[in-house]
């Protein structure tokens, strides 16, 4: 809801993206999708209130009966890749209760989300982004949390995306990838989901394996989860780590490099192989704009502040201008993506989100 379509005007007014981009959908491909059994079908996503998943249902009754279709045909499953959402689980399942099919845990979105939430708070500094898997006690608990809900009211739940890509001309390093593939998804089998993502085909038959031995039938509805308590505080808890100068490096050329390969036009963009979209670099950011404002500081003790960003963002953004531009995606916005990654890590307030940064910018590159 957050997105405005800058191409197109109400009343002189930018349209809802959210909107824009449903009622195109919607007009072409509802009637064909509905008579083919195949749909219509969609994930709503970033929602952070269950008044959000009500209104996503009003405009679904309202085109459902404007374009002839019967009432309830749209269906949905809805991302809780927001830290608000974690607590209105079951507000969001009753608000979409004649259309909903279930709720993904979105890992990346909800890890920056956290961030944001309580941004204000120094004692909440959250670790390096590597250190923050899903088995910390926050993301454990957010996980096995959406499964117990889905499952007592009858939804599926959905895992998370593993990053991993398929890495070739090296066998050790991409046996390591799998395993990690394999290890995500064995945990969300035996906890209780009923299915997964993985951020690349190739990985497809490792987690139709994992899932297909864990889950014979078509989902876990009866893994009812009853041994689940989850409470705010375990939300929110912390989990420990460090910042590490490689982690804070690798921060800064992560959101750099997403944010020009997305001032090119690209969604996703393989680093260091890891498929990194938007939530990835908001992480990237977002924990930037975190360690800064709060004084947090490396494992090395050097302070992290103002000085050390412009010293290593520099020393990145050098190398990242020294590789071969065919090699880099986006590499014409480099300085560009550097720029805004420095401003919103300078701020004085976190930025929402990176791309209502970098959106009029994306305007005019494409113009």
Same mark, same amino acid.
């Given at each position: 809801?957050?997105?405005?379509?800058?191409?197109?005007?109400?009343?002189?007014r930018?349209?809802?993206?959210?909107?824009f981009?449903?009622?195109?959908?919607?007009?072409?491909?509802?009637?064909?999708?509905?008579?083919?059994?195949r749909?219509?079908?969609?994930?709503?996503?970033?929602?952070?209130?269950?008044?959000?998943?009500?209104?996503?249902?009003?405009?679904?009754?309202?085109?459902?009966?404007?374009?002839?279709?019967?009432?309830?045909?749209?269906?949905?499953?809805?991302?809780?890749?927001?830290?608000? !959402?974690?607590?209105?689980?079951?507000?969001?399942?009753?608000?979409?209760?004649?259309?909903?099919?279930?709720?993904?845990? #979105?890992?990346?979105?909800?890890?920056?989300?956290?961030?944001?939430?309580?941004r !204000?708070?120094?004692?909440?500094i959250? +670790?390096?982004?590597?250190?923050?898997?899903?088995?910390?006690?926050?993301?454990?608990?957010?996980?096995?949390?959406?499964?117990?809900?889905?499952?007592?009211?009858?939804?599926?739940?959905?895992g998370?995306?593993?990053?991993?890509?398929?890495?070739?001309?090296?066998?050790?390093?991409?046996?390591?990838?799998?395993?990690?593939?394999?290890?995500?998804?064995?945990?969300?089998?035996?906890?209780?989901?009923?299915?997964?993502?993985?951020?690349?085909?190739?990985?497809? +038959?490792?987690?139709?394996?994992?899932?297909?031995?864990?889950?014979?039938?078509?989902?876990?509805l009866?893994v009812?989860?009853?041994?689940?308590?989850?409470?705010?505080?375990?939300?929110?808890?912390? +989990?420990?780590?460090?910042?590490?100068?490689?982690?804070?490096? #690798?921060?800064?050329?992560?959101?750099?490099?997403?944010?020009?390969?997305?001032?090119?036009?690209?969604?996703?963009?393989?680093?260091?192989?890891?498929?990194?979209?938007?939530?990835?670099?908001?992480?990237?950011?977002s924990?930037?704009?975190?360690?800064?404002?709060?004084?947090?500081?490396?494992?090395? #003790?050097?302070?992290?502040?103002?000085?050390?960003?412009?010293?290593?963002?520099?020393?990145?953004?050098?190398?990242?201008?020294?590789?071969?531009?065919?090699?880099?995606?986006?590499?014409?916005?480099?300085?560009?993506?550097?720029?805004?990654?420095?401003?919103?890590?300078?701020?004085?307030?976190?930025?929402?989100?990176?791309?209502?940064?970098?959106y009029?910018?994306?305007?005019?590159?494409?113009?």
């Amino acid at each position: 809801w957050h997105l405005d379509e800058a191409h197109a005007r109400l009343d002189g007014r930018p349209v809802s993206a959210s909107l824009f981009d449903f009622g195109l959908f919607a007009a072409h491909s509802a009637q064909a999708l509905h008579s083919q059994g195949r749909g219509p079908f969609f994930y709503l996503p970033k929602l952070e209130h269950w008044q959000e998943a009500r209104l996503w249902d009003e405009v679904m009754a309202h085109t459902e009966a404007a374009l002839g279709l019967p009432t309830g045909c749209m269906k949905v499953t809805v991302l809780i890749e927001t830290l608000p !959402a974690a607590f209105q689980m079951h507000e969001i399942l009753h608000a979409l209760r004649g259309r909903i099919v279930g709720l993904n845990c #979105g890992r990346w979105d909800y890890i920056f989300s956290t961030i944001k939430t309580v941004r !204000a708070h120094p004692e909440r500094i959250l +670790p390096e982004r590597g250190q923050v898997a899903m088995t910390v006690p926050f993301l454990k608990a957010y996980s096995e949390l959406l499964i117990r809900t889905c499952h007592r009211r009858g939804a599926l739940a959905m895992g998370g995306m593993a990053a991993q890509i398929p890495i070739s001309g090296d066998a050790s390093a991409n046996e390591a990838a799998m395993a990690k593939v394999r290890a995500d998804k064995l945990r969300e089998a035996s906890a209780g989901h009923d299915g997964t993502w993985v951020a690349h085909p190739g990985l497809i +038959p490792v987690a139709l394996a994992i899932f297909d031995e864990f889950m014979p039938g078509p989902n876990q509805l009866g893994v009812a989860r009853d041994d689940v308590e989850v409470g705010a505080a375990d939300l929110l808890a912390v +989990p420990a780590g460090s910042i590490t100068p490689a982690g804070y490096r #690798g921060n800064i050329e992560v959101a750099v490099r997403y944010l020009a390969a997305w001032l090119d036009g690209l969604g996703c963009v393989p680093i260091h192989h890891l498929m990194e979209d938007a939530a990835t670099a908001e992480i990237a950011r977002s924990q930037l704009w975190q360690w800064q404002r709060h004084g947090a500081r490396l494992d090395d #003790g050097r302070l992290i502040d103002a000085a050390l960003f412009a010293s290593v963002s520099a020393d990145v953004l050098a190398s990242l201008q020294a590789e071969p531009a065919a090699a880099t995606p986006g590499h014409a916005h480099l300085a560009l993506a550097a720029q805004l990654i420095a401003e919103a890590t300078a701020a004085d307030q976190l930025p929402d989100f990176l791309t209502l940064i970098a959106y009029p910018h994306l305007i005019e590159t494409a113009a």
